[in-house]
């Protein structure tokens, strides 16, 4: 599947962290792990607790879930 512009929402024990706006395959879930492992990374977040998350896409503008990934 090509890429599209997506809304990528972390949710931490179900309450929203954060959107982040990229371009990805839905249907990759590496490339959105990834996506997910810089996030929590890049916010100091300790290995240990990273299982608290998980990160649903949807295409932009849209509220259909198209991939949920945990780390």
């Known amino acids: 599947m090509p890429k599209r512009p997506l809304d990528l929402e972390i949710l931490r024990k179900n309450r929203r962290e954060a959107v982040i706006e990229t371009e990805a395959d839905p249907t990759n879930y590496s490339v959105l792990r990834d996506h997910l492992k810089g996030w929590l990374e890049g916010n100091g977040w300790d290995r ?4 608290e998350f998980e990160m649903v896409a949807r295409y932009a503008g849209e509220g259909k879930v198209r991939a949920t990934v945990r780390v």
């Open 48 to 51: 240990g607790r990273w299982g």
